[in-house]
């Protein structure tokens, strides 16, 4: 066994231990490999329970997160998914998956056409991928049954709300970046949307527009 292998195995019982139970889960972050979504500077940590750096000033967030967002989203092989917030494109691999399609809406160029590389490196041919605002979503593509938003809004995002289709789970991290986000998971009923906090954590701002080459908005 590999040493890689073997803290890949150490992360997955981890995060079992951590009341992550989805087998769907679990085995998407076995299958996807990590590394190849991390800064080469930071490769060593690829396989430890931690957010990393990339570029844009954005992150990789930890691997805990990742699955505890997604099984949240309570997805199954019939899921059309809507992900805010591309960056490396871990998270919307681990989705890919999973569901049956995934649509990811990134704000900065760079980071986008980085992830399409690595996505198409992995064969993930059920992935979508668009430049733009990711307050707006995608509502070409609406209903969605899931939406996952990986950066803070301020306040719930109206268009995604409404972007969800009856039943449609949306997850996202919901204050101000100079204080202790909460994880929140909205359900549509009818015309109602039920909320739940799920648990305190740090996210990076979900910025308005999308960014112009060279990370200008």
């Not at 890689?4 to 889960?25: F, H, N, P, Q, Y």
């Not at 805990?64 to 871990?90: C, H, N």
């Not at 109602?192 to 701002?205: G, N, S, T, W, Y």
């Amino acid at each position: 066994m590999s040493y890689d292998e073997a803290r890949k195995i150490r992360l997955i019982m981890s995060l079992r231990g951590r009341g992550i139970t989805s087998s769907a889960v679990l085995g998407a972050l076995e299958r996807v490999p990590r590394e190849l979504f991390v800064d080469p500077a930071f490769l060593d940590q690829a396989w430890e329970d931690r957010a990393l750096p990339i570029a844009a000033g954005q992150t990789v967030s930890q691997p805990f997160i990742v699955a505890f967002m997604t099984q949240a989203l309570e997805l199954t092989d019939r899921t059309k998914v809507l992900e805010i917030g591309t960056g490396s494109g871990y998270q919307a691999a681990i989705l890919a998956r999973i569901a049956r399609r995934v649509y990811t809406v990134e704000r900065h160029a760079e980071l986008l056409q980085t992830a399409e590389r690595r996505f198409a490196q992995l064969k993930l041919h059920n992935l979508h991928t668009r430049h733009g605002d990711g307050w707006k979503g995608w509502a070409e593509q609406a209903p969605f049954e899931a939406i996952i938003v990986t950066a803070a809004a301020s306040e719930p995002p109206a268009a995604l709300l409404e972007q969800l289709g009856e039943g449609g789970r949306l997850v996202a991290p919901i204050g101000n970046t100079s204080e202790v986000q909460r994880l929140v998971r909205f359900r549509r009923r009818g015309d109602a949307i039920e909320q739940e906090k799920l648990l305190d954590v740090r996210f990076v701002p979900l910025v308005r527009g999308a960014a112009r080459p060279g990370g200008a908005p």
